[in-house]
């Protein structure tokens, strides 16, 4: 290139202004300048303020936020440039009730905008593309809805696209792709739906993809996202992402969390996953994986948290994962693993907790688990480990739990146990463990549960009890444990639940058991126990069950019983109680089930029990002395279900059993009644073996007992035969001639129904029809409201008993109407009350307001969250036994808002169900808390079918509370005999006592297993990131 020459140069500076015409056109553009650039910031200040107070009432905190200050730069959460330009607005945790800000457009600097927890409405606006500044948007926990505006795409800068618990739907945007420098994508907790896009491969930038809390999610886990070399955590979890896990995951070098729990995962673990060698925490629980544990995850040097319970796994647990030396928890419960402990795991110094419950687990415990000195939780239970417990673990000084219970555990409970200082609860229920209990077991002043149920324990109760103040539960029914009950038991002012029930005890009931105030169940049964019942149970004001049968107590019942207001289960079978029955027993006005069958009780029925409404399970008297007549008072007892007056000396009528219309089982043999029997369904239905041994009652006879039937002669007799055979013929010639006519006229009806049909389908439907809805009718629908409503969009359900639909009724009221089958319709046709108006019943058409979810009121649709909050409504009908909008619920409160005043409490449960074994009220309480789940007022918040379903499994086993951490402090199910029966010399009783035996039985557990839905810890908790 050549140089210019001095004639260009000279030409050049002739154009040039002088140094002063410069001056001049500075001065003249510099106002120009200032005016604009004081404008730009004064007009996003009018923004702003025009924002602040399109609420009604702005905040407080934002009191500086003053349109005559035309520099927003001194407001609260506002930042600027040196210029004056916004460049950052952040406003957290202040509730403002606003939309996102209008107009972002004009914020031509901003680079950060967080809005979070604010509880901002509305959509996203779609002009927040044109803001290109922004490198970072947080607008979490609020209330938005609509869709994620595909103009985000133009954000080329955007490094953080924050946008979780909110409302949004619609798709994941394919458009993120084109914002090339995302880093951190958080969606979880939505209602986003569809598929993950495959294009978030190209995001090379990304290290944080969360989005999971979107019920509404499906397909795979994309193979692309594994071209995410930067991905640190990958959260899809409660999702309904299915398949596999791909592959391409191993790629990840950097990831550091995976969780992908509660989806519908399937496969087997892909082995690659060992190349993350940077992963921390593996959350894959709660899905249908299958195969084998890979052993490369033993590569995994930094992996702390491991949880893959509640799967289809298979196979043995890898010795290689005790390579994996940074862990600190391993959580392999609920699934079908096989093979031994490794012993490997023992090296894993940072161990806290250990759970591989309910597998098929074999071979022996471990000594060297002792090494793993930080252990917290050591949960074995539901194998079939055998052997001996390893007296090492003694030296786990930091154990606060120790579950071993239902496997096959020899040989005696090792002293050393008494060392773990911090122990907490101990279940080494359903072994076969022998010798004694150790008494050093009761120096631990942590201790809250002891549970040794169904082993083959033997000895005497150790008087050092009474040093384990800290005691809630004392659990050692089914063993054979000797001796007597120690006086120093009455240290124990914390217990709440004592069971020595199935065992050898023999001696007095110590006076000191007054002194455990905080008793709400005794079970004592099925011991040789001796002596009266001590005067001081009458002390314990909160005692709910007291159980002491088939033992060989003696001397009267004590009247001060009558004290405990709160007993609800009082079973006192089968010892030798003698003298009358207290009348003072009719105070016990929660009492529900009264068993004092199988005594030497004598004299009459206190008349006062009949003063006790709540009496509604059973009443049984049977197998004793007692005498007089029916008290005309227990009429008054109508909610009894069952009732045992036999083999005692009982005399009079039975008119006094005439008004128990709630009566399912009587028994009222071998008394001396006389007279007939009452005329009702019951007595028409009682067998013969209840009704035996009564020789004045004149069931002894042919002819019919019942007072109706009386006073017809034998010729009377003779012409009702005749009467009555002549009705049959004329009945037998009336049903030929209907059969003819129906032929006859079903002809006819088919020939004029082909006829409408023909004129139908030239015409919309009109107002005249040959068949009518007469059940709906009489709910003042007419045939077109009808018709309209049995369409495909207001199928609730479809079941064996035909299909609901949903309906409106006039005055705003939601019913769901079952399409009836030919039988149902006849019986409703009969169900009108005095008025005509048609009886809404069960079996008709079933109005179901109580159990709609809030949501519909405003969604007009019914979901599956719907359906899971009307599930919730059942449940909680079942275990309250009230209606959804029931009468005797105080303030017409519907039963959802009812049990959450409650909190949930025991008082809510049905009492006919508190008579129940405790173990079954704890899982029933535990019900409560999977129903106030489903019956969460926000939709998102409810659990889906298949967490309900795995929830229910959990507690499903029959007694013990074998729950996990999160049960220490509540609920405790249990055993209490194989068989009371066995033990026993009194004579079998009738079929009666047999149903009242069954319906308060004995349990025999074999497992129970659960984590409380009331109470949280790690154990089986939802632990992870979404």
Not at 239 to 267: A, C, E, F
Not at 273 to 299: A, D, Q, R, T
Not at 644 to 653: A, C, M, P, T, V
Request: with cysteine; hydrophobic share 40%.
């Amino acid at each position: 290139m050549s140089m210019p020459s001095s004639r260009q140069i000279l030409l050049f500076s002739s154009l040039l202004p002088s140094p002063s015409s410069l001056s001049f056109f500075i001065l003249t553009l510099l106002p120009s300048l200032l005016s604009t650039s004081l404008a730009a910031p004064n007009h996003e200040a009018s923004i702003l303020f025009s924002w602040l107070h399109s609420s009604p009432a702005p905040p407080s905190s934002f009191s500086n936020w003053n349109n005559l200050d035309s520099n927003p730069c001194n407001w609260t959460s506002i930042t600027c440039s040196p210029q004056g330009f916004v460049t950052e607005i952040n406003i957290q945790s202040v509730p403002l009730q606003l939309p996102v800000p209008f107009n972002l457009s004009s914020f031509r600097f901003l680079i950060k905008l967080v809005i979070s927890d604010a509880n901002i409405t509305g959509t996203i606006p779609l002009d927040i593309g044109d803001s290109v500044s922004l490198t970072s948007i947080d607008l979490s926990s609020n209330s938005l809805v609509g869709t994620i505006p595909g103009s985000i795409r133009r954000l080329l800068n955007l490094e953080d696209l924050i946008l979780n618990s909110n409302q949004l739907t619609g798709k994941i945007p394919v458009e993120l792709s084109n914002c090339s420098r995302l880093k951190n994508l958080l969606l979880f907790d939505n209602l986003l739906g569809g598929y993950i896009p495959t294009e978030l491969g190209k995001l090379s930038s990304l290290e944080v993809l969360r989005a999971g809390g979107n019920k509404d999610i499906i397909g795979k886990v994309p193979d692309e996202l594994g071209d995410c070399s930067n991905l640190t955590v990958l959260g899809l979890a409660d999702t309904r992402v299915s398949g596999s896990l791909p592959v391409s995951l191993g790629k990840l070098s950097k990831l550091q969390t995976l969780s992908i729990y509660t989806t519908m995962l399937s496969g087997e673990i892909p082995s690659d996953i060992g190349n993350c060698s940077e992963l921390v925490n593996l959350f894959l629980y709660e899905n249908s994986l299958s195969g084998s544990i890979p052993p490369e995850i033993g590569k995994l040097k930094k992996l702390e948290q491991l949880l893959l319970w509640q799967n289809s796994l298979v196979g043995v647990i890898p010795e290689e994962i005790g390579n994996c030396t940074s862990l600190k928890m391993i959580d392999l419960s609920l699934n079908s693993l096989s093979g031994t402990i490794p012993s490997s795991i023992g090296g894993l110094l940072a161990l806290e907790e250990f759970m591989i419950s309910n597998n098929n687990v074999s071979g022996s415990i471990p000594s060297n688990l002792s090494n793993a000195s930080n252990l917290l939780q050591l949960q074995l239970d539901a194998n079939q480990i055998l052997g001996l417990i390893p007296p090492e673990l003694g030296k786990l000084s930091k154990l606060t739990v120790f579950f071993a219970w239902q496997n096959q555990l020899e040989g005696s409970i090792p002293s050393s146990l008494a060392k773990c200082s911090n122990l907490q609860a101990l279940d080494l229920s359903h072994n076969s463990l022998t010798g004694s209990i150790p008494p050093g077991l009761f120096q631990l002043q942590n201790l809250t549960k002891l549970l040794l149920i169904s082993n083959d324990i033997s000895g005497s109760i150790p008087p050092e009890i009474g040093n384990c103040s800290s005691l809630l539960r004392l659990r050692l029914g089914n063993n054979r444990i000797s001796g007597g009950i120690p006086k120093e038991i009455g240290g124990l002012k914390n217990l709440n639940f004592l069971d020595l029930s199935s065992n050898r005890l023999s001696g007095w009931v110590p006076d000191e058991i007054g002194s455990c105030t905080e008793l709400q169940m005794i079970d004592l049964g099925n011991n040789t126990v001796q002596g009266p019942l001590p005067n001081s149970l009458s002390s314990l004001s909160g005692l709910q069950v007291l159980d002491v049968s088939v033992n060989q107590f003696e001397g009267q019942i004590p009247a001060s019983l009558g004290r405990l207001v709160s007993l609800n289960k009082l079973i006192l079978s089968r010892n030798s109680f003698s003298g009358s029955i207290p009348s003072s027993l009719g105070i016990c006005s929660s009492l529900q089930l009264l068993d004092l069958g199988s005594n030497e009780l004598t004299g009459s029925i206190p008349m006062e029990l009949s003063q006790i409404e709540a009496l509604e399970i059973a009443l049984n008297l049977s197998y004793n002395g007692l005498t007089g007549p029916i008290p005309p008072q227990i009429s008054a007892l109508s909610k009894l279900s069952i009732l045992d007056l036999s083999h005692n000396k009982l005399e009079g009528n039975l008119s006094p059993l005439a008004a128990l219309d709630n009566l399912v089982s009587l028994n009222i043999s071998y008394n001396n009644f006389t007279g007939y029997l009452p005329d009702n369904k019951l007595f028409r239905q009682l067998s013969p073996e209840d009704l035996a041994g009564n020789q004045g009652l004149c069931s002894s006879i042919k002819d019919s007992c019942f007072l109706s039937d009386v006073g017809r002669t034998g010729l009377q007799r003779n012409r009702d035969d005749i009467r009555q055979s002549r009705k049959l013929k004329l009945a037998i010639a009336l049903l030929i001639t209907l059969t003819v006519a129906m032929v006859i006229m079903g002809t006819i009806a088919i020939f004029r129904t082909r006829r409408t049909i023909r004129d139908d389908d030239e015409s919309e439907l009109g107002d005249s029809w040959p068949w009518q809805f007469t059940p709906f009718q009489k709910l003042n629908f007419s045939v077109d409201q009808v018709l309209r409503c049995l369409v495909d969009t207001n199928v609730i359900g479809k079941g064996c008993s035909g299909i609901v639909y949903r309906a409106d009724m006039d005055n705003g009221e939601v019913i769901a109407v079952k399409k009836l089958w030919p039988y149902t319709m006849a019986a409703a046709n009969g169900c009108t009350d005095e008025k005509g108006d048609f009886a809404r019943s069960s079996n008709t058409v079933a109005g179901s307001y109580g159990y709609i979810a809030p949501e519909y009121g405003y969604m007009m649709k019914i979901t599956e969250k719907s359906d899971i909050y009307s599930y919730g409504v059942v449940v909680l009908e079942v275990l309250t036994g009230k209606q959804p909008i029931d009468p005797t619920i105080p303030e017409g409160l519907h039963v959802v808002d009812w049990v959450r005043q409650k909190r949930g409490g025991i008082e809510v449960l049905d009492p006919c169900l508190l008579s129940r074994p405790e173990p079954e009220i704890d899982e029933m309480m535990q019900a409560f808390g999977i129903a106030l789940l489903c019956v969460n007022s926000s939709p998102d918040e409810r659990p889906t079918m298949k967490d309900v379903a795995a929830m229910l499994k959990e507690i499903k086993h029959e007694r013990e509370e074998y729950a996990k951490v999160d049960m220490l402090l509540k609920g405790s199910p249990a055993t209490d005999t194989e068989n009371r029966n066995s033990s026993s010399a009194v004579p079998a009783t009738s079929s009666s006592k047999s149903t009242v035996q069954t319906l308060y039985p004995k349990s025999n557990n074999s497992s129970f297993s659960a984590s409380s839905l009331l109470y949280s810890s790690s154990s089986n908790a939802k632990v992870g990131f979404k």
